[in-house]
């Protein structure tokens, strides 16, 4: 057994830190170099997630754009009635292209990118429209079914601190809307086309395989 002075040096070498382990074995456990990932998803699991995600999306780009051509329809909005009916197509198409796949036809992945870009340019030509082409009575009448008279003044009153008249307030609404929609849009759609886009090689893979 070492003496006083042998035990003095191992502590010497060996500190400790305030937790009571050696900073060795901390140093250690504290380097992320050293600590087990998380393995890649293989890639059958990649094309079920893929097939997942497809099937959610398609489908709720189909009943959401099915309610907006049956609400434009019964406002004679036959502008937004074929908006709705041309969005439920790339809804279509998206559930087309998962169809494909679970066909082992490697064109699917084309239909999935293919949906969301054709979507996008939908929404964003909608979006474009709705800015150039604003009607102030049928929003105010809108509004009006929206709101109660006494949240009607408090918005005029809002809009009158602004220094804004009602009609340079319905304005500002309806850019501040459609903007964002266009921004949402590019955002969301351009994310699941790039998602869709880097899955295409594990899924040629997985359907080369199954082949």
């Not at 398609?58 to 019964?74: D, E, N, R």
């Not at 074929?82 to 082992?104: C, D, N, Q, V």
């Not at 609404?173 to 351009?190: K, M």
């Amino acid at each position: 057994m070492p003496g006083p002075v042998g035990a003095i040096g191992l502590v010497a070498a060996n500190p400790t830190t305030d937790s009571g382990c050696p900073k060795a074995a901390k140093g250690w456990t504290g380097n992320p170099t050293t600590l087990p990932r998380t393995p890649p998803l293989l890639p059958a699991e990649i094309l079920r997630r893929v097939l997942r995600t497809a099937q959610f999306d398609g489908t709720i780009v189909l009943v959401f754009s099915g309610a907006f051509a049956l609400i434009a329809a019964a406002a004679h909005d036959v502008t937004g009635a074929g908006t709705g009916i041309a969005i439920a197509a790339a809804g279509t198409m998206e559930l087309h292209g998962a169809g494909l796949l679970r066909s082992s036809k490697e064109k699917g992945m084309r239909w999935l990118v293919a949906s969301q870009l054709f979507l996008m340019a939908l929404v964003l030509a909608y979006a474009w429209y709705r800015l150039n082409h604003i009607s102030i009575p049928e929003t105010k009448a809108v509004f009006r079914s929206l709101y109660t008279p006494e949240q009607l003044a408090q918005l005029r009153s809002a809009a009158a601190e602004a220094n804004l008249t009602p009609d340079d307030a319905v304005r500002l609404f309806n850019s501040t809307l459609w903007s964002a929609v266009s921004i949402g849009t590019v955002i969301y759609q351009g994310g699941m086309s790039i998602y869709y886009r880097r899955r295409r090689a594990a899924v040629a893979t997985v359907l080369q395989e199954g082949g």
